[in-house]
């Protein structure tokens, strides 16, 4: 949007004096002016942050400034994250506020209220010998999937029934009616160029590279954030490099596809993973298979802009609130009562939320002479993600303020207060098991993630070394075991008794998956 409004459109002014682009009669359109050739230098924009992102992951980048993010730093980011988009979802809830409030009851009731409510059928045999496990928390592992059921089904009642329940403007109501998919095709693959190649200027360079680094400190937040929520370890380096290669390559083949948008991690998906405390990576690829389906169908995908935009402001409200606390949560590990602390978060929280109000209000200030640098400018004074990482991490790292005081000697374990019932596992092996290569990975590309510039995309060969020595104490553990007796009933070398099997916890019990 900030590029669209720098530029110079070629087109008729109407009585207000208002610029108005002419509609390009053909998907090849290339004239000056046109929307179609604004949708290419934004197609450009992303085409340059994919570059820009796949660059930071490759070379490691991400993954060194990730580990020198501390608590003072964390902290303040994953609030503003979920603070700065109060505004769209006050917009979203106000086409209707009774449907907004009805999702935010039924997720905060089932997330919250009946979370360890477990239905009896709703269990499983194991694979191994006849047993079954317990039932898992059915309302909370739905506690997102069916609110929104159950609302959409209402206001799709309401409109059957021709009552008014929805109050949109004249633009949101055309919109809503452009996107009509009676007429879509059912199948209909996209390709490069189809809606023109992506157009390179100074001002779509300026504006990816501003993509780039928003989007990478946001998905870095996604990624703390994913592992918090789910009680996972520390984020190592190659991890998060990881994905925001992945990320990259999505917007580059966003960028060449036509689209105005990139891709990124969602807050709102890691935060719904938070509410659900499932976490799995078959889910996270099965929803990617579907996502791929939708694409190649415009009938079904155009059944997701029938979505009222009340349910998109309850799921904003909902899930960004989590966002918001749990980067409170991270002031425990802090001395927040130090003056330096105080300073810190106050200052870069208070600017993350006045440098954009006052740009939005007046851009016309930030003017150097040079459209593609203010368009730098103004594209990144305008993200509060953005000034809060800026502004924390720079403060964080250059005032003076003793190791306990910055909380870097604390552990930043997901589960604190539960250290004695880890795993047996070291963290470093919870690390590895957690954000470690799928194993079909680990066999296709044996050597070559050792070379440059893959190498800082896999785990080190410390880690690897820790993990095949885990391997091998447990192989060697179950090679003693008797048949139907499990490994962790063995005695202690040099006890005569035997241990109990460790009961997992009521918060512990829905993770019963690999955490994505």
Request: with cysteine; aromatic share 8%.
């Amino acid at each position: 949007m900030v590029l669209s409004s720098h530029l110079s459109l070629s087109a008729s002014t109407n009585r207000n004096g208002t610029a108005v682009a002419s509609a390009c009669p053909a998907p090849h359109c290339t004239i000056a002016g046109s929307r179609a050739a604004s949708l290419r230098e934004v197609s450009g924009a992303v085409l340059v942050s994919g570059l820009i992102q796949l660059v930071l992951g490759v070379s490691g980048t991400c993954g060194w400034a990730a580990r020198h993010c501390g608590p003072m730093v964390l902290a303040p980011t994953l609030s503003i994250i979920g603070l700065s988009a109060y505004k769209e979802a006050a917009f979203f809830c106000s086409t209707n506020w009774g449907v907004a409030l009805l999702l935010m009851f039924l997720a905060v009731t089932f997330s919250q209220h009946l979370g360890s409510c477990r239905l009896p059928f709703c269990a499983w045999p194991q694979a191994r010998g006849g047993s079954t496990e317990p039932p898992v928390p059915t309302l909370r592992t739905f506690s997102v999937l069916l609110p929104f059921a159950v609302v959409c089904i209402v206001c799709a009642i309401l409109s059957h029934l021709h009552v008014p329940w929805e109050s949109l403007d004249l633009a949101m109501a055309q919109l809503s009616w452009a996107n009509s998919t009676f007429h879509a095709p059912w199948f209909r693959i996209p390709y490069a160029g189809e809606w023109g190649w992506p157009l390179l200027t100074l001002r779509a360079l300026a504006a990816g590279i501003a993509m780039a680094i928003g989007c990478s400190m946001n998905s870095v937040g996604c990624y703390v954030l994913c592992g918090r929520l789910l009680r996972a370890p520390r984020l190592p380096p190659h991890a998060c490099n990881r994905g925001l290669c992945m990320e990259g390559l999505g917007s580059l083949l966003a960028g060449l596809l036509g689209t105005p948008g990139g891709t990124a991690a969602s807050i709102a998906n890691t935060c719904a993973a938070g509410l659900t405390e499932a976490g799995s990576r078959p889910s996270v690829q099965v929803s990617a298979l579907v996502c791929v389906v939708l694409g190649m169908s415009p009938r079904l995908a155009g059944l997701l802009t029938r979505i009222p935009l009340a349910v998109h402001g309850g799921v904003l409200c909902v899930t960004y609130a989590v966002a918001v606390g749990t980067g409170i949560s991270y002031f425990q590990y802090a001395d927040i009562d130090s003056g330096r602390n105080i300073f810190i978060v106050g200052f870069a929280m208070f600017m993350a939320l006045l440098v954009p109000r006052w740009l939005g209000t007046a851009p016309a200030h930030l003017a150097t002479g040079w459209v593609p640098l203010d368009l730098l400018f103004l594209s990144l004074l305008m993200v509060p993600v953005f000034l809060t990482g800026f502004l924390s991490f720079f403060l964080e790292n250059t005032v003076s303020g003793t190791v306990e005081e910055r909380g870097l000697l604390s552990e930043l374990a997901p589960q604190k207060a539960g250290a004695g019932n880890h795993h047996p596992r070291g963290e470093r092996g919870e690390a590895s098991h957690a954000y470690g290569l799928p194993a079909g990975l680990r066999r296709l590309l044996p050597s070559s993630c050792k070379a440059f510039p893959c190498c800082f995309l896999c785990p080190g060969s410390e880690e690897e070394e820790e993990e095949k020595k885990e391997e091998g104490s447990h192989a060697a553990e179950e090679g003693t075991a008797a048949p139907g007796e499990e490994t962790h009933l063995l005695p202690r070398p040099g006890s005569g008794e035997l241990q109990p099997a460790r009961r997992p916890s009521e918060m512990e019990m829905p993770m019963w998956h690999t955490v994505a």
